[in-house]
Nanobody
Framework: QVQLVESGGGLVQAGGSLTLSCAASGSIFRINSLAWYRQSPGEQRELVASITSGGSTNYADSVKGRFTISTDTAKNTVYLQMNSLKPEDTAVYYC?????????????????WGQGTQVTVSS
């Protein structure tokens, strides 16, 4: 019922910047929250940043002051602006959405993941 499509990953030198985007589509009634996670080889997936429908944000300590999460509600899109990138930020970044969706008169709530986008920071 809901699809998430990410873009914006790539290769960047340490100290550089990248912006990730994630567009949600489908039978969306309301997006309750959006988040970015990342996973490095051999590591567990970890929360990077999240934002609620009310605009409250939360960041992992490791990215505070360097990353900014934001949304364009008209486009159902979430962004992750990443500045001062470090080699340890190298990972696959995943978009996550908590969505209330509808089908006819029926609605429900679900949690959805994007396909992931690779971010590589070279030293």
């Amino acid at each position: 019922q809901v699809q998430l499509v990410e873009s914006g990953g790539g290769l960047v030198q340490a100290g550089g910047s990248l912006t990730l985007s994630c567009a949600a589509s489908g039978s969306i009634f309301r997006i309750n929250s959006l988040a970015w996670y990342r996973q490095s080889p051999g590591e567990q997936r970890e929360l990077v940043a999240s934002i609620t429908s009310g605009g409250s944000t939360n960041y992992a300590d490791s990215v505070k002051g360097r990353f900014t999460i934001s949304t364009d509600t008209a486009k159902n899109t979430v962004y992750l602006q990443m500045n001062s990138l470090k080699p340890e930020d190298t990972a696959v970044y995943y978009c996550n959405a908590d969505v209330t969706w509808y089908r006819g008169i029926y609605s429900s709530r679900g949690n959805y993941w994007g396909q992931g986008t690779q971010v590589t920071v070279s030293s």
